[in-house]
């Protein structure tokens, strides 16, 4: 039976780091949106790299948001989908999932928040060379904590699933690891 549970966090909360942890497990089927959207823009010619997906125009990004989710909505079996709720330019927030996409991806059982301390997402951020992240002052990173906890609240109160929350603070990685776990076996059904 198919079943998609879909992880979502603050940025530089350590989402990543957490669905990672279970892509090598045979139980699930990890999947990235942003890689997904990344490698229909690459081929259709719109972007050369990832992070400058958000800043297409907005019809470009929906139409790549809308074909990455048939995509994903095609496969089968426990799918943890790897996204946002919010993508952030320059204090404008757009819908990471649109309320459509959300109601569209059939099967959905749960929804994950992943979130860290503000100060220590602003260190990982300062930390992370591997990205282009933008340094972002507390404030914003607050406000766009409160607009992706609102989104995600309202999708499992329209959809009747559950909504787990997950800290991930500094140097205590593993014990969010197997916490995540712990949920997404819940989620599944799994015993």
């Known amino acids: 039976m198919k079943k998609l549970a879909v ?3 603050t940025p530089s909360s350590g989402k990543t780091s957490l669905v990672d942890s279970v892509k090598n497990d045979k139980r699930y089927k990890v999947i990235n949106l942003g890689d ?3 490698d229909i823009a690459v081929k259709e010619k719109y ?6 997906l958000r800043y297409l125009p907005v019809e470009k990004q929906e139409e ?3 074909k990455a989710v048939a995509t994903v909505s095609r496969e089968g079996g426990n799918v943890i989908l790897d996204t946002h709720a919010t993508v952030e330019q320059h204090g ?12 569209h991806l059939k099967h959905t059982v749960a929804i994950f ?16 060379k591997s990205r282009h992240r933008e340094i972002e002052p507390e404030w914003l990173i607050n406000t ?9 609240s309202y999708y499992s109160t329209y959809l009747n699933i559950p909504l787990y929350l997950i800290v991930n603070e500094d140097g205590k990685l593993l014990r969010s690891i197997k916490d995540f776990k712990g949920k997404l076996k819940d989620a599944f059904g799994e015993k």
């Open 144 to 152: 766009q904590r409160d607009i992706n906890l609102a989104i995600v």
């Open 7 to 9: 992880v979502i966090g």
């Open 113 to 128: 928040y992943v979130d860290a301390l503000t100060e220590h997402i602003i260190r990982r951020r300062k930390a992370d």
């Open 64 to 66: 790549l948001r809308t």
């Open 92 to 103: 404008r927030f757009f819908p990471g999932l649109s309320f459509y996409m959300m109601t």
């Open 47 to 52: 972007v050369k790299s990832r992070d400058k």
């Open 36 to 38: 997904v959207m990344q």
